[in-house]
Structure formats: structure tokens, C-alpha cells
């Protein structure tokens, strides 16, 4: 097995007042097909592996809550746009049957699907939390989570983009983005505060940011997104996110 261990200066970007921070970050990533998890699980002393796509903006969610909780792990890339599909391999189906990333190998145990990973990692290591004690504010959360992972990321992930065909990929993304995000606008006037909900980080602040990365790279105008926008502002300074995000990872292409 071919193990790269990788480093990467992570620089935030520059924001008024305040210098650049610099953060170093090092993680090991498996370059190899990957292999069936149980291989790995039964060892207690065994990093947490997460089968991951550094543009996934559903494995950045996971990437945002693990480094949230401080919890050290091993990155495994799937390349899902090689044209075979890494997803699509032997090995990784028996993984994870929904050919889709990210995919969490913790505790002895294969979790698939962001959300659930993450409410698992919440559930088992509580501290520090993503959610609220409040259990309206828990709501408010679960709320603006299920707006972005069930409302409106679905609709224009990588799968479906290629369902659509590229004639009308772009029109279809745009729609779908500004559909949510304008619901999405309406809901935080309620709940945010410095953040999502408030002024702690949650859960709802680990789906927010790698959808507005989406709708960026998808050329929405957000300034019709006030609130949105200013909440990004703040994740941008989170180190957590920072490390997260898709150009830090080890398998981001360097070109």
C-alpha cells in the first residue's frame, strides 16, 4: 500500500483588522484502490478512516465536524470524476453501496451519508458540540440542515448535473441554489446570529459553507444573499473550515 503523508500551508484570507493566519495541517492519504473497511475496524488504536472527494461538498461537512471535535483521521480519496469512477470500483461498492462519498469507517463501524455520520460523531463524542442545548435552537439547526442537504444540494450534485446533460446543467443548478438559498435567506432572519443559529457553531454552519462554495462556483449573485453572505464571512475564520475546505485537502489537484 502506497501511504503519502502530506503537508499544506492553509492560508485564510486576508479580512479587515485583522493579519493572515497560517495554519499547517498534515494528513495521510491512502493512494491506492481502497480496501474493504473490517480490514482496518478492529483495531481500537486505528485512526478513523473517511473515504472522502476533496470537491464533495457533503465530505467537507464531515471533514468540517471531525476537525470540529478535534478527532484525528485518515483521508482515502475517491476520485468520482476519473472516467471509470472510483466510486463505481468492486472494492469501494462493498463499501458503500450508493457509490458516493463521504463514507465514515469509525468504532468498528461503516457509516454512509453525511448527516448520519455527523449526528453519529455527535452523539458518541459530544464535545465540543454542534448542537444547541436549547431544544428549539436544536430545531433551528436540524431546520437550516435539512433546507441545504435535502432542499437543495440533491438537486445539483455531480450525479444529477450528469443526468441533466450539460445543455442545461447550468439553468438547472442556478434554479435549484436560488430556490433554496432564497427560503434559506428568509429562515436565518430568525436564527442567526453570529452564525446559523446564535453565535455557536453547529451543525447548520457545517452545510452552509460548502453550499455557498457550490453556489459560487456556479455563478450565483450572492448579494441578493445578505445574510448568507455575512455568515460565510465569519466560517471563513473558523480554522476547522478552513482546514476543511477542498483546495486543503491532499488529494485537490495541484494544477
Avoid at 435539512?146 to 443526468?163: E, F, R, T
Avoid at 427560503?183 to 432572519?189: D, N
Wanted: proline letters at 7%.
Amino acid at each position: 500500500m502506497n501511504v503519502v503523508w502530506c503537508t499544506r500551508r492553509i492560508f485564510q484570507r486576508p479580512r479587515l483588522g485583522k493579519c493572515n493566519q497560517i495554519f499547517k495541517i498534515v494528513t495521510k492519504q491512502i493512494t491506492t484502490t481502497p480496501i474493504h473497511p473490517t480490514q482496518n475496524s478492529s483495531n481500537e488504536n486505528t485512526l478513523p478512516i473517511l473515504y472522502s472527494y476533496w470537491h464533495s461538498s457533503c465530505s467537507w461537512r464531515v471533514r468540517i465536524a471531525l476537525n470540529f471535535k478535534n478527532i484525528s483521521y485518515e483521508t482515502r480519496a475517491i476520485n468520482l470524476r476519473k472516467p471509470e469512477g472510483d466510486q463505481h470500483t468492486k472494492e469501494y461498492s462493498s463499501v458503500n453501496p450508493m457509490h458516493q462519498v463521504p463514507t465514515l469507517v469509525i468504532d468498528g463501524h461503516t457509516i454512509i451519508e453525511s448527516i448520519a455520520i455527523i449526528n453519529y460523531l455527535e452523539e458518541t463524542r459530544p464535545l465540543p458540540p454542534l448542537l444547541p442545548r436549547d431544544t428549539y435552537s436544536r430545531a433551528k439547526v436540524r431546520e437550516i440542515v435539512d433546507i441545504i442537504a435535502s432542499g437543495i444540494q440533491p438537486l445539483q450534485n455531480l450525479k444529477v448535473q450528469k443526468y441533466i446533460g450539460k445543455d442545461k446543467r447550468k439553468e438547472w443548478v442556478q434554479h435549484w441554489i436560488n430556490s433554496g438559498f432564497g427560503a434559506l435567506e428568509k429562515r436565518l432572519s430568525t436564527s442567526a446570529g453570529k452564525y446559523c443559529v446564535g453565535d455557536e457553531f453547529s451543525l447548520a454552519d457545517c452545510c452552509l459553507m460548502p453550499q455557498v462554495f457550490n453556489a459560487k462556483k456556479s455563478e450565483i449573485d450572492m448579494r441578493q444573499y445578505p445574510i448568507i453572505s455575512r455568515i460565510e464571512t465569519e466560517l471563513e475564520a473558523v480554522p476547522a473550515v478552513i482546514a476543511a475546505h477542498p483546495l486543503n485537502q491532499p488529494d485537490c489537484p495541484t494544477k
